[in-house]
């Protein structure tokens, strides 16, 4: 799909391609230059105009720590025209995002940022200041409310998956490709934990169209990833970036809709109903989170000052609402994909398939999985972790910018230096990780196989204050659905083919099929 835009747009603006290429070769004759400034990190050799970025080739994430064999840990590349610095391994990102947090919370202006940054009033991309703070901390305490009503939470998450069971069961070929069928699920239990059950009919299935078709195109395109390094680009790929920004639009518009039917509706409108009510809903947390000014403030003490002055009115209409269409969107795309890997492994790893099985049973028997029975399934626990940690399909996060002049590892980095850290390295790390390349969720348990040992060098969701906010809801989804998978079904690969993987706006197992046979 991404050739056939690629090559459309090719196709559209040969001449312009041509002369680019001419001049490309031009300056390269003249102009190709290593890095000669000792104190910067070193790196490959750049072209000017695309730079390094044919190095990323069709793996950036396999190529990137491929290079840093080479040039260490810490290396720069050149993609289009601004530099970038990596980090590759785990001791590196925590100095940086632990031990100097503030100095690498920030995003760079790049396109697909500012095109769905919608100024500052999501919770991804604004700067780091007073108004992200706010966002991400009420995000945070939206989330964590809609947990803490573990059984509410249970209640959906088995709904859906029961649907699953049965579609999977259903399914007309004896040998098929889950993805869609995750996919659907995934919308479906968002939908009811982001905005409640009554509007689910009317809204869900239009959801579930939306979200299959954005997100399809943005994740084979890779387009919004060249145009943010080469801006040039832009002229090229006007179609397809204007596809993008209006995926993101129909999203946003999409929400909003939502968000003011439920506001606008005395029956569905449950917020101030009664304050002790607990919350079902993202929607509703969020709405409660933003009012409680003292938890929003906690562990705000840098921004303080600035964040009394741009108090007044900032939690508007607007901002709820991009704010749950940055979740809505942003978990939609990494739960479906985190399914399709857990999937993936436990068709792989039938040893792994069985040993749950033995676990629930011999905990659960027939009886339906709670949140609260994590303690009691370390195995399970274990493989939710395992299946983040070998996916690591968010490679390189979310870009980083530098807020202040720093460094890292020795290195000077100025002001405004974009960092990307590499994630899928730090999963790899064989300093910390024995046969790194192995799906074994026993490293995540202790010597008699009784308990999860947690540990610090996890890094799928990042750390310090770009931590992923969903982190807790995710693995409870994940917990949740592959524990009543194993409970209920028996999988296997379709094919013998080993499971490879695929970059695009996520790296996700390349298709693949599963035969599931009920367990009797
Ligand atoms: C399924 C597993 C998931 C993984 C592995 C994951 C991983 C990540 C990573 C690596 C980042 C970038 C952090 C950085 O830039 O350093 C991120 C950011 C983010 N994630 Fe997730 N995520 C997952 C699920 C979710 C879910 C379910 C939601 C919401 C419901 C969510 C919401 C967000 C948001 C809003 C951000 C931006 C945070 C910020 O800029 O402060 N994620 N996630």
Redo the contacts with the bound molecule.
């Keep these: 799909m991404y050739w056939a835009y690629v090559l459309d747009a090719f196709a559209e603006h040969s001449i312009l391609i041509i002369a680019l290429a001419l001049l490309v070769l031009l300056l390269f004759s003249r102009n190709v230059t290593p890095s000669s400034d000792t104190r910067k990190p070193p790196g490959p050799w750049s072209v000017p105009v695309i730079g390094n970025i044919f190095l990323f080739g069709s793996a950036p994430h396999k190529n990137v720590t491929k290079l840093a064999e080479q040039y260490g840990r810490v290396f720069s590349m050149k993609l289009g025209s601004r530099e970038v610095v990596i980090l590759n391994d785990i001791d590196t990102v925590k100095e940086a995002?632990l031990r100097n947090g503030s100095d690498f919370?920030s995003?760079p202006p790049l396109h697909s940022f500012i095109s769905s940054s919608r100024g500052d009033r999501?919770?991804?991309?604004?700067v780091f200041g007073p108004k992200?703070f706010k966002n991400?901390r009420a995000?945070e305490l939206a989330?964590r409310a809609i947990l803490d009503n573990a059984k509410h939470f249970s209640k959906i998450v088995l709904r859906e998956t029961h649907v699953l069971i049965k579609s999977f069961l259903n399914s007309e070929e004896s040998h098929f490709d889950p993805t869609h069928l995750l996919k659907l699920m995934v919308c479906s239990l968002?939908f009811s934990l982001f905005f409640g059950d009554k509007l689910r009919d009317a809204c869900a299935k239009k959801a579930q169209l939306m979200m299959d078709g954005s997100t399809d195109f943005i994740e084979n395109s890779a387009v919004g990833n060249s145009v943010d390094f080469m801006p040039w680009m832009k002229v090229v790929f006007k179609k397809q970036v204007q596809k993008l920004d209006k995926s993101v639009a129909e999203l946003t518009d999409y929400v909003r809709k939502v968000y003011f039917m439920i506001k606008n509706d005395s029956e569905l409108n449950t917020l101030d109903d009664s304050p002790s009510r607990r919350v079902i809903t993202?929607n509703e947390a969020l709405y409660k989170a933003v009012k409680d000014k003292g938890a929003l403030n906690f562990g705000n003490e840098q921004f303080l000052e600035d964040t009394a002055s741009a108090d007044s009115n900032h939690f508007d209409d607007e901002t709820l609402i991009n704010?749950t269409a940055?979740?809505?969107g942003?978990?939609?795309e990494?739960?479906s994909?985190?399914l399709r890997w857990a999937v993936a492994y436990l068709v792989s790893h039938r040893d792994v398939q069985a040993n749950l099985r033995r676990e629930i049973e011999r905990v659960k028997g027939d009886s339906p999985l709670s949140l609260e029975d994590r303690n009691k399934l370390p195995l399970l626990e274990a493989t939710v972790l395992e299946v983040?940690r070998m996916?690591?399909?968010?490679p390189f996060?979310?870009?980083?910018c530098t807020t202040r002049d720093t460094s890292v590892a020795g290195y000077p980095l100025p002001k405004g230096t974009i960092v990307f850290?590499n994630?899928w390295a730090c999963s790899r790390d064989p300093q910390y990780f024995d046969e790194p390349y192995k799906f074994n969720p026993y490293r995540f348990m202790d010597e008699n196989k009784q308990n999860v040992v947690r540990s610090p060098c996890f890094?799928?969701?990042?750390?310090?204050?770009?931590?992923?906010?969903?982190?807790g809801?995710?693995?409870s989804?994940?917990f949740l659905v592959i524990g009543t998978l194993v409970q209920h079904l028996k999988l296997r690969n379709g094919t013998e083919d080993p499971i490879e993987d695929k970059f695009g706006l996520t790296v996700r197992p390349k298709p693949y099929s599963i035969h599931v046979d009920a367990v009797q």
């Design positions: 995002l919370s995003r999501t919770v991804a991309w604004p992200y991400k995000t989330m968002q993202f704010i940055d979740c809505f942003g978990g939609y990494k739960l994909t985190a983040l996916s690591s399909f968010l996060a979310l870009p980083h850290v994630l890094l799928a969701f990042s750390a310090g204050d770009r931590k992923c906010p969903g982190e809801f995710a693995k989804v994940i």
